[in-house]
Nanobody
Framework: QVQLVESGGGLVQAGGSLRLSCAASGRTFRSYAMGWFRQPPGKEREFVAAISWSGGSTYYADSVKGRFSISRDKAKNTAYLQMNILKPEDTAVYYC???????????????????WGQGTQVTVSS
């Protein structure tokens, strides 16, 4: 079993920045990809960003490209989501997720995640 714990959420003004962290523990896969998803109020959960095991491949939703950056520290089993130029529409509960495997492809980066964190609230005020 894999446990994922997010941290770093909070309240920020529009234009500000936040950095989310996701720490993985337990029986992590030998190699695994990590992703970030979010669920805005009253809406379905949506993909935000993903990173391959090596960190060499990253994918982003169009709505966050150029503003958000995903990274990971394999030694710490931790993934990060740096969020800049935040907008009120970024308000959501943010979840990290993981799945086994070394690679991500254009058809797999947004799906197939086995483990999920409990979520952290991000609120952007206008």
């Amino acid at each position: 079993q894999v446990q994922l714990v997010e941290s770093g959420g909070g309240l920020v003004q529009a234009g500000g920045s936040l950095r989310l962290s996701c720490a993985a523990s337990g029986r992590t896969f030998r190699s695994y990809a990590m992703g970030w998803f979010r669920q805005p109020p009253g809406k379905e959960r949506e993909f935000v960003a993903a990173i391959s095991w090596s960190g060499g491949s990253t994918y982003y939703a169009d709505s966050v490209k150029g503003r958000f950056s995903i990274s990971r520290d394999k030694a710490k089993n931790t993934a990060y989501l740096q969020m800049n130029i935040l907008k009120p529409e970024d308000t959501a509960v943010y979840y990290c997720a993981s799945k086994g495997g070394q690679y991500l492809t254009t058809s797999s980066y947004y799906t197939g995640y086995n483990y999920w964190g409990q979520g952290t609230q991000v609120t952007v005020s206008s």
